[in-house]
Nanobody
Framework: VQLVESGGGLVQTGDSLRLSCAASGRGFSSYTMGWFRQAPGKERELVAGVSWSGGDTYYADSVKGRFTISRDNAKNTVYLQMNSLKPEDTAVYYC????????????????WGQGTQVTVSS
């Protein structure tokens, strides 16, 4: 499966952004999907994940209550709604797909997009 992210940009503290990840290829609806981010000098970390059905979602503590992950299997797309953005949310955001359930580490994800930059100014 091929993944393409979009929706990143430069925003101010407190603003919102919605990232999209469009998938092509077979099997999207069977994959757990995740959003990760990587800031300069830091390791890639899970931001949020969603099960194949959308029924199970999970988040990093740092984004709980501010970010929402969702998916539309009819459109082969997964979204990340980001509200109340903070400067510490600045990073390259990646979407990824895995056959594992409730996968939280990058090593368990098989397919990755190219990333989209999110920059939050103070």
């Amino acid at each position: 499966v091929q993944l393409v992210e979009s929706g990143g940009g430069l925003v101010q503290t407190g603003d919102s952004l919605r990232l999209s990840c469009a998938a092509s290829g077979r099997g999207f609806s069977s994959y757990t999907m995740g959003w990760f981010r990587q800031a300069p000098g830091k390791e890639r970390e899970l931001v949020a994940g969603v099960s194949w059905s959308g029924g199970d979602t999970y988040y990093a503590d740092s984004v709980k209550g501010r970010f929402t992950i969702s998916r539309d299997n009819a459109k082969n797309t997964v979204y990340l709604q980001m509200n109340s953005l903070k400067p510490e949310d600045t990073a390259v955001y990646y979407c990824a797909a895995t056959s594992w359930s409730h996968a939280t580490t990058p090593e368990k994800y098989d397919y990755w997009g190219q990333g989209t930059q999110v920059t939050v100014s103070s």
